[in-house]
């Protein structure tokens, strides 16, 4: 073997160089033959010796190898070729595993190597002779993947007698053969015993085509990786231009790949700015022999956001040259994460600092103001405020606060019930609320105040328990930004301090609020009871007034009380019962007239508005001063103006006067509406008991002529429609029971569509008089005459013409009926209005016996089933169809039917009846 003969080591190194020049680094053949840095360099080293391979040293540490370029033309071996077969056996090819086949100039083989053998798995002793051409397709084409293009090439050489021939080609196992892939490489023979024939070479290139199958493989497990990671992966050339970028870089700079690859680096960041701080990096990897250095940025979007990364890059070789390559990953979280903990911490710390200082400062205005400027220093928002809460005045005074306008602290105020109000929604809301965007929130629009100061987001939380606050504390910023559940915690942790600190300083004051307030309602709660009591025994709504009256003029916690209704022609308000007013009434007018400013006071705006009405400090309110000089003689501090009603009635005011200051809030205030509610309810029952027991009622009798055309509503003028029964269900709802000819059903359901108050109809058994059921809502004239404790006698419309009776008690307000139906048809023409005595038959007695034994509920569920034709056979309706015009479930309408039913049966059956009815009972 020659010097320059090379081990099978050496060549398997060798021959993962391409002839190309390409330089490779250490590291890389190391990876390819899985050997350390110090052996592959050894080898590389010894083919250095060999002058195989060229070497050149980059940088401080590291080294590139490359196969030079062979200067002899491909030809060169194969015209050196020896002049004898004996010559080459003995001197190369017998010790060399390589396939060859000599062939003379007749194409015929000369002579074969050994390795033929193995390679092909051919007998070379039945070779020499043969006709290569013929050869190689019935013998050695056939193990070769590829046979029809291996023979065309192999052929081609033979007819058109080329140069040196040189391609690959791969055998299949099989037969003792093992699969490998062979080089083949053929020339002619120019000189010696077989010029003029060939020379076909075939190398066995297996462990370079495996190797190079396994980079390929590697390389593309390795882009498949890159590509993979969520982190973005780069690479650039000495010009800085991008060469390689995975799908993390993109996604993370918005580019696309193509936009990116070729782009300068500048693109993505401050070129100016980093670029220093990363050759500097580089230098150092360089000269303490580091792999990689590591920088933090601002990567540069396609959109222009700036996401702070950390980037991890090193060296490589790019084809003779050196680049960069790197590793980004967006540390957004992570920087938040550390910013969150020192906000946490700076939180903790303010609220240690703020619990001590609220056990040593007495002064709680002080308390406040240092509250106001550690939160919003602390959270960085540019204002902080405590909002005092007024609940007389529902609204909030702005008692402290830190970088509001000049004048604002201790003036400004905010609505506590308004519904653009941040600190009225915070007061109806159990957790703190926060707003991130006040242009983009829907659950209120902000007050003046904020947007006067350009807020735009914010955390607002309660000063004390929800139930009762004692105020808000409310940080905001100009800024839209989003708050953490810690920030939220922090804000409603400085809350919970200052309501501590205000509740120690104020718990003697309070206990002294609460004790009186306690009483208050212990002695309100006691006349609230014994009233009830009596109110139901009483036969008069007279004796129910004088009732109540006493009783609250009685107790401790009022001075007096009185009842008034209004007087219609003067427009005044008539005292009707008092107790304990001691000469205050006897100067005094009240007026309802909206153009008399004695309409203005609690008594007047109760009569307009139907709700209570109170004043909790009465020398500060305004609407008093007509009887200011009454006031001040009498000596009382709030009042309430408690609507008596029932239904849409209107029976009085009752009003009620106390020396307490903010006498009626809160529960007092509830308790005492309460009291108004009860009492109408006793008055209109005792109406309504008056009018059913009296035998004489007030007859008033109207015609409408032409009442379609009164009403709008189409008409054909024939026909008879009788409204026979009217009963009240709930919640201003009627059912009403009648009747038509059947050439009136169409103005029935004229009726239906022109009337809003009449919802629906229903028709039974349509034929010459057809029954009808309507849902009505609240219809003015049977509405009053409800709330009268009437009922309608007759109503009737026979040709267009529409007669209506009504019974009413003597002492009901007749004026009030009558204006109702004249607004309601202005075309009303009063026929009757006169007092009849009913007739004393039994069928009346049995009626007052039952309504006073059934309950309201059960009466409803009877007349309308009876109304309805429940009771007919066949049925005309069902007891689930009933159910849903009451609009109760099917089970609770035949409980309340089958006890009304058991009550007719008692009394119709029962050997007496009562002579007394018993008392009205309620359920």
């Known amino acids: 073997m020659t010097s320059n003969s090379l081990t099978s080591a050496l060549r398997e190194t060798l021959a993962l160089f391409e002839q190309s020049g390409t330089p490779l680094t250490t590291t890389e053949i190391a990876d390819c033959l899985e ?9 590389l080293d010894r083919l250095v010796n060999h002058g195989r391979l060229e070497t050149k040293k ?32 003995d001197d190369v090819l017998s010790r060399v595993d390589v396939g060859v086949f000599v062939l003379d100039e007749d194409f015929e083989v000369a002579w074969a190597s050994e390795a033929v053998e193995r390679y092909f798995g051919i007998d070379r002793s039945q070779l020499v002779g043969r006709e290569k051409p013929e050869l190689v397709e019935s013998t050695v084409a056939p193990v070769i ?19 040196t021939e040189r391609f690959e080609c791969r055998v299949t196992s099989g037969d003792g053969r093992e699969e490998r892939w062979l080089e083949h490489r053929s020339g002619p023979i120019e000189s010696g015993p077989y010029a003029g024939g060939r020379v076909e070479v075939y190398y066995d290139v297996t462990y370079r085509k495996r190797r190079e199958r396994k980079l390929r493989e590697n390389r593309a497990q390795y882009e498949t990786i890159v590509d993979t990671v969520e982190d973005g992966i780069y690479a650039v050339n000495e010009e800085m231009e991008f060469v390689v970028v995975n799908d993390g870089f993109c996604e993370l700079t918005g580019y696309d790949r193509e936009e990116l690859l070729g782009s300068h680096v500048s693109m993505v960041h401050d070129n100016d700015k980093i670029m220093p701080r990363v050759e500097s990096k580089l230098q150092t990897v360089i000269d303490t022999d580091r792999e990689s250095a590591r920088i933090e940025l601002d990567i540069r979007t396609k959109s222009g956001e700036k996401v702070p990364c950390e980037s991890r890059f090193a060296l490589f070789p790019l084809e003779g040259s050196y680049g960069r390559c790197g590793v980004v990953r967006d540390v957004s979280d992570r920087l938040e994460r550390e910013q969150k903990l020192q906000r946490r911490i700076r939180q903790q710390k303010s609220i240690t600092k703020l619990g001590r200082q609220a056990l040593e400062v007495r002064d709680i205005d002080t308390l406040l103001t240092e509250a106001t400027r550690q939160v919003a220093n602390t959270l960085g928002n540019d204002y902080c405020k405590i909002l005092d809460l007024d609940a007389d005045a529902d609204e909030l005074l702005l008692r402290q606060g830190v970088g509001w306008h000049d004048g604002i602290v201790g003036s400004a105020t905010v609505s506590a019930v308004a519904d653009d109000s941040q600190a009225a929604h915070t007061l109806r809301t159990d957790q703190p609320v926060v707003v991130s965007d006040l242009e983009t929130e829907t659950r209120f629009s902000g007050p003046d105040l904020l947007r006067e100061h350009d807020v735009r987001s914010g955390i607002s939380t309660i000063v004390g328990p929800s139930d009762d606050p004692w105020g808000i504390l409310g940080t905001h910023d100009t800024a839209a930004k989003s708050f953490s559940t810690h920030d939220v915690n922090f804000v409603q942790s400085v809350a919970n301090i200052l309501a501590s600190a205000i509740a120690r300083h104020a718990d003697e004051r309070e206990l002294v609020r609460q004790r009186e307030r306690l009483a208050a309602l212990n002695s309100l709660n006691e006349v609230v009871r014994e009233t009830t009591d009596v109110v139901i025994n009483q036969s008069t709504r007279e004796e129910i007034e004088e009732t109540v009256c006493e009783f609250l003029a009685k107790s401790d916690s009022y001075s007096f009380a009185w009842v008034g209704d209004v007087d219609t022609t ?7 019962t008092k107790a304990g007013t001691k000469g205050y009434l006897d100067d005094i007018v009240i007026s309802v007239d909206p153009n008399d400013e004695r309409s203005n006071g609690p008594t007047g705006r109760a009569f307009k508005t139907g709700e209570i009405q109170t004043t909790q400090n009465i020398d500060q309110d305004p609407s008093h001063d007509p009887w200011r000089e009454h006031i001040e003689a009498h000596e009382f501090r709030s009042s309430a103006a408690i609507p008596i009603i029932h239904e849409d009635a209107i029976y009085g005011v009752l009003n009620v006067y106390s020396k307490r200051l903010n006498a009626f809030e809160g529960e007092e205030r509830a308790v005492v509406e309460q009291l108004g509610e009860i009492i109408g309810h006793a008055i209109a029952a005792t109406e309504r008991k008056r009018a059913l027991m ?37 919640d201003e709802r009627y059912l009403l029971y009648g009747s038509a000819t059947g050439d009136a059903i169409d103005n029935v359901r004229s009726i239906v569509e022109q009337l809003p108050y009449w919802e629906s109809v229903s ?3 349509e034929g010459k008089k057809t029954d009808f059921e309507a849902q009505l809502s609240n219809p003015p004239v049977l509405s009053v005459v409800a709330s009268a404790g009437g009922s309608i006698k007759q109503a009737v419309i026979e040709d267009g013409d529409y007669n209506i009776t009504v019974h009413v008690a003597p002492t009901a307000d007749i004026r009030q009926i009558t204006k109702t139906i004249e607004e309601t048809y202005p075309m009303a023409q009063l026929l ?11 069928t009346n007695r049995i009626q007052r016996v039952l309504r006073n034994q059934l309950t309201e509920r059960q009466r409803t569920a009877l007349e309308a089933a009876y109304h309805a034709g429940f009771f007919q056979w066949p049925r005309e309706t069902t007891g689930e169809g009933v159910a849903e015009s009451l609009g109760v479930s099917p089970p609770t309408f035949h409980q309340h039917l089958r006890k009304a039913e058991q009550k007719v049966f008692d009394h119709l059956l029962s050997p007496v009846l009562p002579t007394q009815p018993p008392s009205p009972r309620t359920e």
Not at 35 to 43: A, C, N, V
Not at 832 to 841: I, L
């Open 694 to 730: 009296s035998d004489d009622v007030i007859e008033i009798a109207f015609q409408i002529p032409d009442v379609f055309e009164a009403l709008n509503a189409e008409s054909n003028q024939n026909g008879r429609i009788s409204f026979d029964h009217m009963m009240p269900i709930e």
């Open 763 to 765: 028709f039974h058994d």
């Open 145 to 163: 993947d590829n046979a029809e293009r291996f023979t065309e090439r192999v052929l081609a050489t033979y007819e058109q007698e080329t140069g």
């Open 570 to 576: 003067s427009k005044r308000v008539n005292v009707r």
């Open 832 to 842: 009757k209005h006169r007092q009849v005595t009913r007739r004393d038959n039994t």
């Open 58 to 89: 980059v940088g401080a540490n590291a080294r590139v190898w490359w196969r030079p370029t062979e200067p002899q033309t491909e030809d060169e071996g194969f015209n050196a070729w020896p002049t004898t077969v004996e010559s080459l056996v």
């Open 35 to 43: 050997l350390g840095r110090r052996s592959t360099y050894d080898r």
